[in-house]
């Protein structure tokens, strides 16, 4: 990891199946951009995609994944997101269940944890379509643990009914035309 003070690249994937989703999505970005010690720093296309693991009656899911430049120890990146799932009516009574906002911190530069609190890699990242997709959209050379992402993506088994929607995560952006 880089010395103190020297900001890390951290990738968090977003994910919501219930009320305005691409708003949830939206302001979850924000809310992280508007954290001290976190630069956003890049915003993947917004996929759709069946809910996997939950009750088969949830609803899809709008996913996307974001690089972060930041600052922050993973921990402390962790629980900004669980502030912000907070802020936004996240609940945690169904596992894998339907949820207003879920923010997963994937990898974090240069650190592998196995701390029970977070992860590192997050341990399913690597076959999750809605994760791996949106992910090697935002940048086509990222690894994760030496394999290339775009090369995960292509093998997921949840990669059918995938779809790249026109939601942007910044109103700046352009929807994404892939």
């Known amino acids: ?28 970005v924000a809310g992280l951009a508007a954290t001290p ?53 996240r609940t945690r009574e169904v596992r894998w269940g339907p949820r207003t906002l879920d923010l997963d911190v994937v990898c974090f530069e240069g650190v592998r944890s196995a701390d029970p609190r977070l992860l590192l890699p997050h341990p399913r990242a690597a076959q999750r379509a809605f994760v791996l997709v949106p992910w090697a959209l935002m940048d086509p050379h990222a690894a994760l643990e030496g394999t290339p992402v775009r090369e995960l993506a292509r093998t997921a088994a949840d990669r059918a009914g995938l779809t790249v929607t026109d939601h942007a995560l910044r109103p700046e952006e352009p929807p994404c035309d892939t």
Request: with cysteine; proline share 10%.
């Open 37 to 89: 010690g976190i630069t956003v720093a890049a915003c993947s296309p917004v996929v759709e995609t069946r809910s996997v693991g939950g009750p088969r009656d949830s609803p899809d899911y709008l996913n996307a994944v974001v690089e972060l430049a930041t600052e922050l120890t993973p921990l402390q990146v962790l629980e900004a997101c669980q502030r912000i799932e907070n802020e936004h009516g």
């Open 1 to 28: 990891m880089p010395g103190p003070g020297a900001p890390v690249r951290c990738v968090v994937a977003l994910g919501a199946n219930l009320g305005d989703r691409p708003a949830v999505l939206r302001a979850a």
